[in-house]
């Protein structure tokens, strides 16, 4: 391959991660437009259907791919992860659609904000790493969101707070789990699998499930809950390895930007001025972090491209 041909693929590959990449985030972030579609279910019932359903897609797709050689790769250590990772989605699941249905979208969107920041705070705990100013900056800006929106709120922001960390401590997971996203899906899905048929049993022998009781389409609904959490999974995988961390830290806000408005604009929720002030600090953070990670980004070493024996 000639020097032209590998960088024409090069963009090519690009241009795929960023639509694969737009497309998993803008599917997460219209997340709020399709859990009150599964009402009356309540939050339980939604995650327990997401669960099992969630399990029946990937083995659908893994069966396709015939891909079932990665089950002998699994040890104890590796299972015992990925049953962590899949205890700490569960309960961010449960939370987000428990926001969204109750009318607290805004502060869900606020959980996935803040959520970068997280990541940061990981970093210096667990891999203990040395922040530079501008980080320790952006942490402190989103300190003082939470203070300020804990104010506000008349108690700390506990859907944000749980999202964010919940969802930091998974992607810590499945950092040390190393596992691609659908077998991954596959061994979290199957760990919650028996916990979540229980519930859903409960729910039936209490006469408080909806599944099965409210009609054709709504029980439809609840069973593409599986499909809904596959396909911007995919999507996203597809995206990571074509984009470089940087690319794909940019187009992670857009997940809960689109939330956000679906909150403000759609659902119509409150956003006083005290509220507005918590977010532009988170907000400000954002940019600071962003900026300073594309600064550390453009003084790495570069890694020169490959060239062809032919040029």
Known sequence: MVVGDYR????RGVKRGVLCGVGAYALWGLFPLYWPLLKPAG???ILAHRIMWSLVTVAVVLAVKRNWGWIRTLGRRRIGLLTLAAVTISVNWGVFIYAVNSGRTIEGALGYFINPLISVVFGVVVFRERLRAWQWGAVGLGAAAVVLLTADYGEPPWIALILAFSFGTYGLLKKFAAMPSAESLGVETAAMFVPALV?????EGRG??????AGTGHAVLLATAGLVTAVPLM???AAAIRLPLSMIGMLQYLAPALQFLIGLLVQGEEMPASRWTGFLLVWLALIVLTWDGLNAARRAPQIPEPVSEAA
Do not use: K, Q, R, T
């Open 43 to 45: 939050a339980a019932e």
């Open 199 to 203: 519930v859903s049993l409960v729910l």
């Open 208 to 213: 408080d499930a909806a599944f099965g009781h």
């Open 8 to 11: 024409a693929a090069i963009v």
């Open 235 to 237: 999507l996203f995988n």
